[in-house]
């Protein structure tokens, strides 16, 4: 990014004075308002791929709810997803696995789509979801074990 300096310093028969460049103001503007479009398009594309991969995980078998964790508030960048699930080993490992793959994919791929390289997602298999998290931690969440169950009473 190449600016013209905010100010110029001019001087005519022996006076100084500085004149701001308004050419530079509104470059300067420009590239703010560049970066906080980048900025909420990057949230709002991670925010609907989070939301994607929560269903995903949440139709793989023996999962019983997919919560996304965010470990700042109003980032979407660093997530942790919480999967529910009772099932023991060696099937908790397989279904652990099956996860990881989908949570990397993802990542990998806002990596690619955004320009970013900071998305870090988590992957953690849960017997219960920890309760001590604020409301504005949970940023997608799903229950679509229960709602297959629901739907075919």
């Not at 979407?76 to 919480?82: A, G, I, L, Q, R």
Request: net charge negative; glycine share 2%.
């Amino acid at each position: 990014m190449i600016l013209s300096p905010a100010k110029t310093t001019a001087a005519t028969k022996g006076k100084t004075s500085q004149v701001v460049n308004s050419i530079a103001d509104m470059a300067l503007i420009k590239n703010i308002i560049t970066l906080f479009s980048e900025l909420d398009a990057s949230k709002k594309s991670g925010s609907a791929e989070i939301e994607n991969l929560v269903n995903s995980l949440a139709q793989l078998p023996d999962v019983e709810a997919v919560r996304a964790v965010s470990h700042q508030p109003d980032d979407v960048h660093e997530v942790t997803f919480e999967i529910l699930s009772h099932i023991e080993p060696p099937q908790r490992r397989e279904l652990f696995a099956q996860a990881l793959v989908l949570v990397r994919e993802t990542e990998w791929m806002l990596c690619d789509t955004t320009n970013e390289d900071d998305w870090d997602f988590g992957t953690q298999m849960v017997r219960t979801f920890p309760t001590f998290l604020t409301k504005n931690q949970v940023i997608a969440s799903s229950y679509a074990q229960r709602e297959r169950l629901q739907a075919a009473s």
